[in-house]
């Protein structure tokens, strides 16, 4: 479930497609479970050459305290890393701090795949 949002009390099923991973430099936005935009959270900018820009997401990756990294392939929780591993080099991001939805002006926006 996504932190925050009105759809805590709504127990149907999930419509919406977009949803947006946000980690200490970047926010990967999805539609379903592909990624298809990347910005950079100081200035702002899609980051077009991204690796994880059209890409689907694998899972998520779970790191213990000894430093273990526990693969899934459930989407990604707060506190894990987005992992891409399908469709080109292996990609694990930064932990997720928080997982959203972004606002339609944002969608409206997203640069041409």
Known sequence: ???GS???AYSGQERRQHRMY???NTEYHFRGRTCVAVRDRKTGLFLRAHLAVRRTLT??????????AVPSCAAPRVGEALYFGEEGRELVTSLCSSIQRPDP??????PAG
């Open 1 to 3: 479930m996504i932190q």
């Open 59 to 68: 899972g998520g990756v779970k790191y213990q305290d000894n430093g273990t």
């Open 22 to 24: 946000v980690t200490r």
């Open 105 to 110: 002006e944002l969608v409206a926006v997203y």
């Open 6 to 8: 009105p759809s805590e």
